[in-house]
């Protein structure tokens, strides 16, 4: 009855939705949503920021700039020099999660049959972005060094030729969502080249940075950026506090070219006018009371141990039956089954055993490996993560029990 | 160099934007914006919402559902409810702002080249999202009683000969932004008996329905709507704490068909996963206090009375050189100049001594009345208002006699 747009009329949610309603299920272990521990908050420190905020309650209560409060942006300045982008308040727009700066690039960027690469693996929720602006997508493999860049090479040179330079290309180089991958600095450097020999914005999506557990940190795209003439012209780089303060303060921003903030400007007015300047005030006081970075230093810790509990209980209780990378921060493990089940299939077993993950397939954007899977160490505690990877043993045992010849008859 | 979507080559911001920078100047009294008078917010109610949001602070902190937090949910039910609006929380979604709200619908709906139809004048934001979505606008004219709903009719009748019905109409039924008008019951019944004939989404904004000062309350057409067989199916309503809270939460929402508002969710996982939790928390422990409905008799009392002062003094002080109604509610009011000095021109005069209002083009989609303007009397002071309005006449005054042929020889 209704007349949808083409592509809201069998909107497909996200994967990890899908799974919501198993979330609150007594006993469930969850490696399925990459959300913080909430037991790692720092409550206390949030808790005299806001009351610091809410002193100044006009500046909370008032329609604030568009672009952002001139204070966040300011401690966000701070914040991105700390990680060796120099950068002005006027490349800074505040957004509602990195989330929404990625729409707002697309939004400014982007038309119907527009030429969009992403990684594949990448996050879910931003092929659904893509595909919401109705571009064509094509998806560069992903190696444990990160983007296939050599591969990139092969597909911009092909793309060129038939001339669908893609507007953007869509990348987590940092700790990826859900690889775990992290781009080397001889891949960034030519990933930047590329991107200024064939034109397209390179869209850097940093959320997990700040979470590097173990291993020695590699500058992001933004600041090799300095190093490769005019690709200063062609990154966006985006970034947030949900994993490294909070999600629930959707905190989120872009440092970009002027000539593309700007638009970005415009199109956050008619998107939302503006993010709360009250959660924008509290987020400024957090980051102006300098408690981040040994809130960071708890935050590492604790993950590094999760992610190589997580590493140990999988080798142990799933062997040979699985295969993975250890990645060296951020949340998420991405893994494949190496026999003849799939995640799917081991999915539904593992629920019913108290443990989910997630299945690969909605993080491909171009044909799908039903083997993979992606699992957060985030949320769970030491002891549930042991207990997950048990419980995940059992269901593979289940699963391939159901497959026998004696499970058929019976 | 960049290769932006065709929209955004050359984005024109909102006419209020173009004039922020002399909102600063020393003394300037502004009718522009609209802008709820920050004196008059609930600071004290506010502040202890925001203790007893924090309490559980892990609700705050963790990411939300993205249809909006169930707390907040049935806080709007309970309001709407109050407004004879009876829904349930699966019919709502909690945007960031109205606002969202309109972009969310938009993006379900709207293809580039549909049609959508909007009041002429109408809020200046949401032409340039409409415009943003690629769709095709026709204006509605909109007589002192509301939306001219023959002058619809006729609209609808000819673009349905074409075979060009509207996807949706956008309207502002009660004391709309710009004009100030108030759409009759007779003209609502009319309207959704037409979405129901020509089967369009009835997009009712109604920020402003809780800032009656004087008459009576009209029904608004989601109320209505359960009168109008069918019609049930085609309304949906957006409001928002903005105008009768504060701004600063950026909380709006929703009420909408469930196809309508499950694809809404979708659309809004895309755009920005989810509003903050952490200030749905505050909201909805406001609504909770019960404060709300104290609080709008301070504030409509507040701005019927500037109101009233900006009708006298521009009465008293630019006489029969302007044209106007005087509206039951809201923020708005909306004038026409009868002279020949055009909105534009009076204010370059009335910003040199001191006073700004925003001529009415940007509120025009379709053909532009050069001798409209439309002046808030919600920031100013009583005292403000007067002074505001001499500082007009002086500015009329002033055009006049630069426009005169003395004025041209000197």
Redesign the interface.
């Known amino acids: 009855?209704?007349?949808?747009?083409?592509?809201?009329l069998n909107?497909?949610?996200?994967p990890i939705?899908a799974l919501y309603k198993h979330l609150s299920e007594p006993g469930m272990i969850s490696f399925a949503?990459g959300?913080?521990d909430?037991q790692l908050?720092d409550?206390e420190g949030?808790?005299a920021a806001?009351e610091r905020a809410?002193a100044n309650?006009?500046?909370?209560?008032?329609?604030?700039a568009?672009e952002g409060t001139p204070r966040l942006k300011e401690a966000i300045v701070q914040l991105m020099h700390e990680r060796d982008v120099h950068t002005t308040p006027e490349n800074i727009i505040v957004?509602?999660?990195s989330?929404?700066a990625f729409?707002l690039v697309l939004?400014?960027?982007?038309?119907?049959g527009d030429s969009v690469f992403v990684e594949q693996p990448t996050y879910s929720?931003?092929i659904?972005?893509v595909q919401?602006h109705q571009a064509q997508v094509s998806a560069v493999p992903v190696t444990a060094e990160g983007m296939d860049v050599q591969a990139l090479e092969r597909m911009l040179a092909s793309a060129s030729a038939q001339g669908e330079i893609p507007?953007l290309l869509y990348t987590i180089p940092n700790f990826s969502n859900p690889s775990g991958a992290t781009l080397t600095v001889e891949r960034r450097i030519r990933l930047l080249q590329l991107a200024v020999q064939y034109?397209f914005?390179l869209v850097e999506d940093d959320p997990y940075g700040g979470l590097r557990f173990s291993g020695d940190a590699v500058p992001s795209l933004m600041a090799l950026a300095s190093q490769v003439p005019g690709a200063q012209?062609w990154v966006v780089h985006m970034s947030s506090l949900?994993k490294i303060v909070?999600?629930?303060?959707?905190v989120g921003w872009a440092v970009a070219p002027v000539?593309?903030l700007?638009?970005c400007?415009?199109?956050k007015?008619?998107?939302?006018?503006?993010?709360?300047?009250?959660?924008q005030g509290?987020a400024a006081e957090y980051l102006a009371s300098g408690r981040l970075n040994t809130h960071l230093g708890h935050i590492c810790a604790a993950y590094g141990a999760k992610c190589r509990a997580l590493a140990h209980g999988l080798r142990q209780e799933l062997g040979d039956a699985i295969s993975f990378h250890e990645p060296s921060g951020g949340m998420f493990v991405w893994a494949r089954l190496t026999g003849d089940i799939s995640a799917a299939e081991l999915l539904t077993h593992a629920i019913a055993r108290g443990v989910m993950f997630v299945p690969g397939e909605g993080f491909q954007a171009d044909g799908v490996d039903r083997f993979t899977l992606r699992l957060s160490f985030a949320t769970p505690s030491l002891e549930e993560v042991a207990q997950g990877c048990r419980r995940l043993g059992e269901a593979l045992t289940a699963a391939r029990a159901a497959r026998s010849p004696q499970a058929l008859v019976a």
């Open positions: 009855m209704y007349r949808f747009s083409s592509v809201y909107p497909k949610g996200s939705r949503g959300y913080p909430p908050f409550v949030l808790g806001s809410f309650s006009k500046a909370c209560l008032e329609y604030g568009t957004t509602t999660g989330q929404q729409d939004r400014v960027l982007v038309e119907k929720t931003n659904q972005a919401a507007k034109q914005v012209d949900s909070a999600p629930g303060l959707r000539e593309i700007k638009r400007s415009v199109a007015q008619s998107a939302d006018v503006g993010s709360s300047p009250w959660v509290i």
